[in-house]
């Protein structure tokens, strides 16, 4: 019988070392590569360095004035506000509208218009386009050309009303209308003599001579 040879017993160690990085002993990891990639604000660079031309006594002055420069308007803006509640108040029991505040406003828009150099200018301008374009031989041969067409249309409608009077004298004095007027004349002397033997009659009428008078005288 073979006898069963036991494994000889390995000792553990007490401590476990760690894991060497992969890495070389030089090199920065993954993670403080990618911090490391983190763009830097312009504005915290700015404050560091001053613009070029400026030193950085020039830089804090400017933005002294600045920061001065804001206050103001942020003042000015606070006071506009109130004055224009107190424009709006006083409009109020002024009994004003704002369609009345409208009219106001684009009247003296209108009168500015007016009085601005570049309207103006615009008028004389055009004034002076109107000038040299009636004094141009174009538009006075234009017209010229106008005035001879009314005359020329004048001219054929007082032909054509002396052309109608014409044909109207014609149609007058032509046998036709001749005989027309008569039989018409002969109708109405026909009506008429009708109508005055009709109110004769009416007047007069027969046998009222032949019967005398009733004797009404008593006995």
């Given at each position: 019988?073979?006898?069963?040879?036991?494994?000889?017993?390995?000792?553990?160690?007490?401590?476990?070392?760690?894991?060497?990085?992969?890495?070389?002993?030089?090199?920065?990891?993954?993670?403080?590569?990618?911090?490391?990639?983190?763009?830097?604000d312009s504005a915290a660079s700015a404050r560091t360095s001053p613009p070029e031309g400026l030193t950085l006594a020039e830089e804090e002055e400017l933005r002294s004035e600045l920061a001065k420069v804001e206050e103001e308007i942020g003042t000015l803006?606070?006071?506009?506000?109130?004055?224009?509640?107190?424009?709006?108040?006083?409009?109020?029991?002024?009994?004003?509208?704002?369609?009345?505040?409208?009219?106001?406003?684009?009247?003296?828009?209108?009168?500015?218009?007016?009085?601005?150099?570049?309207?103006?200018?615009?008028?004389?301008?055009?004034?002076?386009?109107?000038?040299?374009?009636?004094?141009?031989?174009?538009?006075?041969?234009?017209?010229?050309?106008?005035?001879?067409?009314?005359?020329?249309?004048?001219?054929?409608?007082?032909?054509?009303?002396?052309?109608?009077?014409?044909?109207?004298?014609?149609?007058?004095?032509?046998?036709?209308?001749?005989?027309?007027?008569?039989?018409?004349?002969?109708?109405?002397?026909?009506?008429?003599?009708?109508?005055?033997?009709?109110?004769?009659?009416?007047?007069?009428?027969?046998?009222?001579?032949?019967?005398?008078?009733?004797?009404?005288?008593?006995?």
């Amino acid at each position: 019988m073979f006898m069963e040879e036991t494994p000889p017993e390995v000792s553990l160690p007490l401590s476990v070392k760690p894991l060497s990085s992969p890495f070389p002993s030089g090199c920065p990891g993954l993670l403080s590569d990618a911090m490391t990639d983190v763009p830097v604000d312009s504005a915290a660079s700015a404050r560091t360095s001053p613009p070029e031309g400026l030193t950085l006594a020039e830089e804090e002055e400017l933005r002294s004035e600045l920061a001065k420069v804001e206050e103001e308007i942020g003042t000015l803006r606070q006071v506009l506000a109130a004055k224009e509640r107190h424009c709006g108040e006083l409009k109020r029991k002024l009994g004003l509208t704002p369609l009345d505040g409208l009219k106001q406003n684009l009247s003296k828009s209108w009168h500015d218009v007016q009085v601005s150099n570049a309207y103006l200018s615009a008028s004389s301008t055009l004034e002076d386009w109107n000038e040299k374009l009636t004094q141009s031989e174009a538009y006075k041969k234009t017209q010229e050309t106008l005035s001879q067409a009314g005359q020329k249309t004048s001219a054929a409608l007082s032909n054509v009303g002396s052309v109608i009077s014409r044909k109207l004298g014609d149609m007058r004095n032509s046998a036709t209308f001749k005989s027309f007027e008569d039989r018409v004349g002969t109708i109405k002397s026909r009506v008429v003599g009708s109508r005055e033997n009709s109110t004769d009659g009416l007047h007069s009428p027969s046998g009222a001579g032949d019967k005398p008078p009733q004797d009404n005288t008593p006995f």
